[in-house]
């Protein structure tokens, strides 16, 4: 099985949810396997996008839209149906079974063993910068 294959049918196991297209705004700095980003710079012929603060929409977010949905990372589509505070949706939207955090974080760490454990983000400068930005930002308080 390709690594391509492989993300897809770990993806595939995830638990439906019909979105309603209005979580726009939760659309942020995310980090992903390196090979989620790979197929992002397939799709796009660009080198991953970065943004400089956390302030910043998604660079693939255009017109409240994801313009690389098809192949959006893990934590796009664990977005809404994890039951834990702050990855549920705040529209209402459910999906046809939650996640415990557990379950989330174990798919989390499959997407990155399927990437050599390689994770890179669209934050300039990498988690660590994410993190010093979060702790300083009124979130954090
Ligand atoms: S990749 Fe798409 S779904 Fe994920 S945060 Fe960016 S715009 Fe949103």
Same mark, same amino acid.
């Given at each position: 099985?390709?690594?391509?294959?492989?993300?897809?049918?770990?993806?595939?196991?995830?638990?439906?949810?019909?979105?309603?297209?209005?979580?726009?705004?939760?659309?942020? #700095?995310?980090?992903?396997?390196?090979?989620?980003?790979?197929?992002?710079?397939?799709?796009?012929?660009?080198?991953?996008?970065?943004?400089?603060?956390?302030?910043?929409?998604?660079?693939?977010?255009?017109?409240?839209?994801?313009?690389?949905?098809?192949?959006?990372?893990?934590?796009?589509?664990?977005?809404?149906? /994890?039951?834990?505070?702050?990855?549920?949706?705040?529209?209402?939207?459910?999906?046809?079974?939650?996640?415990?955090?557990?379950?989330?974080?174990?798919? /989390?760490?499959? *997407?990155?063993?399927? *990437?050599?454990?390689?994770?890179?983000?669209?934050?300039?400068?990498?988690?660590?910068?994410?993190?010093?930005?979060?702790?300083?930002?009124?979130? #954090?308080?």
């Amino acid at each position: 099985m390709t690594i391509e294959e492989r993300l897809e049918a770990l993806y595939a196991e995830l638990p439906h949810l019909e979105c309603k297209g209005l979580c726009a705004d939760s659309c942020g #700095a995310i980090s992903m396997g390196l090979h989620e980003a790979r197929r992002i710079e397939r799709i796009t012929g660009e080198p991953l996008a970065l943004m400089a603060t956390l302030a910043e929409n998604c660079p693939y977010l255009e017109a409240e839209r994801c313009t690389v949905y098809d192949v959006r990372p893990l934590v796009c589509r664990l977005w809404g149906i /994890v039951d834990a505070p702050g990855l549920r949706c705040d529209h209402g939207c459910a999906p046809e079974r939650w996640l415990s955090h557990t379950e989330a974080l174990t798919y /989390v760490r499959r *997407s990155l063993a399927i *990437s050599g454990g390689k994770e890179v983000t669209t934050i300039r400068g990498g988690l660590a910068e994410a993190d010093r930005q979060y702790r300083s930002s009124p979130h #954090a308080r």
